[in-house]
């Protein structure tokens, strides 16, 4: 998931909710959220190189030089924030009933077959570039999904997934947002061959899309999110990977989680892996980064995890050098209370994906008036929410008929 959704999750967990260790990643989050001390010392001249700070996902070196990369120099805007917000004043400016929730740019309502055919292009879509990361989308687009609605406050009910305020600069340069530049870039395309949808709705359900077709749970969801302008972007109170426990419940809290919720969450570190360009973090957290089990739960009870000797910062890998824990997944590990949530997913892969599928639709809809959600329904002639079948469930009924 390019940085992990999870990251993200470990990050936000541990650092009150879903940075437990969903710092989904460093692309995940679940919510892959960037090591901001680490990043600093970086640009100083003590970690990454100048080359490094500016380098896109898939660039190699000498690649760079020939695109100047190597310049020593803060990169530019649009540089970090990706191909989307060169196009910010189009996304800006609404085309006529793209703030109506759940009504097309012509004045037409989407049907629920509409949102199975996006599902459908995107899905079919995750795969076709197998020199991206571990050869899928789907990761980077979960963390996408993650820390678009992450910024939730619950307190002054501000950020959350309304907005897609990520289009822009400010929200798209946080450190915990690095390299999901990816991720937007993916999903442009179909926002331009279905203008009817806000970006909002196209970045959540890009997500649910890729838990499903990763081989997750169905989680339903609910058109309704607006784009907002740029003067709304939401606050920069991402986590990172860096949370104790303590830090992972206060992150919960803020999101409006609890405990189980957020640790639920964070085992979205399954999919995806860090990258050292993104938040300083490297490695993946399982074996299997693009399919979606409850290996991250068995992996941090059963590795015999240690500080890894690197000129990175401090992370944790296996005793075979191939996986890593950042503190804030290996904190979860460490509290009595949370270790135990910890074990119960390890045992009941089951029991995980059911919680999973209910706290990662609790989280996609933070922030969104519910008004906008009733609207939505209303348009698309739907009673609740919408269970989108997977490529392998339709090809299945496909089969039997």
Known sequence: MQDSPVLFVSGMLLAGAVGYAFIIRDDLKFWAAGDRAALDEKKAGKGLSAIEQTKPEGVEHDEMKSKAFAAVQEPKKDQIAGKDVEEKKTSQTSNAGENQPGMT????????????????RIAESFDKNPDFDDGSYAPTCLRLAWHSSGTYDVKDKKGGSNGATMRFP???????NAGLNNARDFLNPFKKEFPWISYADLWTLGGVCAIQEMGGPVVPWRPGRVDLPEDETHANNLPDGTEDADRVRSLADRLGFNAQEMTALIGAHAMGRCHRQNSGYDGPWTHSPTSFTNAYYTELLEEKWKPRDWDGPFQYQDPGKELMMLPADYALNQDTDLREIVKRYADDDDAWREDFSKAFKKLVELGVPEDNFNKAAKAVGVDGPISFKSLADQENESRAD
């Open 170 to 176: 400010e929200e798209a340069q946080y450190p915990a």
């Open 105 to 120: 740019s012509e004045g037409k309502n989407p049907t629920v077959e509409d949102y199975q055919k996006l599902y459908n």
